[in-house]
């Protein structure tokens, strides 16, 4: 049931659990649904804490391969849950990646994704002064 999927994922970042990352990482790799997508998108935003960087590497696996076929909340709702886990995590190896995973979204055939990217992209080096 996608309602049940749906709040299960506001309320556990929540919980205090410590394998809250992988339950989320695992439920965006596997999902199709984009109304569940945009919901773990928006509760690792809401997280930004990824200590064995799970839900990053998530993020880069749900990207799409199709450059010009994109679904622009998803990558809008990815730049942003990527730049929330750089900022959480201040390491330089989660810039490298959000960075990498950014310029990557950048090769999007979507003027609005592209823009949208630029932004994002100029925050996490703004982070790293």
């Known amino acids: 049931d996608i309602v049940m999927q749906k709040k299960f994922l506001e309320v556990l970042a929540y919980t ?13 790799k596997k999902t199709n649904d984009t109304a569940i997508i945009q919901q773990a998108l928006d509760t690792i935003a809401s997280i930004g804490y990824d200590p064995e960087g799970k839900m990053i590497d998530a993020i880069e696996h749900i990207l799409p391969t199709n450059k010009t076929k994109v679904n622009e909340t ?3 709702l990815s730049a942003d849950a990527v730049y929330e886990i750089c900022r ?15 310029v990557r979204m950048l090769s ?5 994704v592209w823009e949208y990217t630029i932004q994002i992209l100029e925050k996490i080096i703004k982070l790293q002064m």
Do not use: E, H, Q, V
């Open 16 to 28: 205090g659990t410590s394998d809250y990352s992988s339950t989320i990482a695992t439920i965006l």
């Open 74 to 76: 998803i990558i809008i």
């Open 88 to 102: 959480f995590m201040g390491r330089p190896a989660f810039y490298a990646k959000g960075k990498d995973i950014l």
């Open 108 to 112: 999007y055939r979507n003027i609005i």
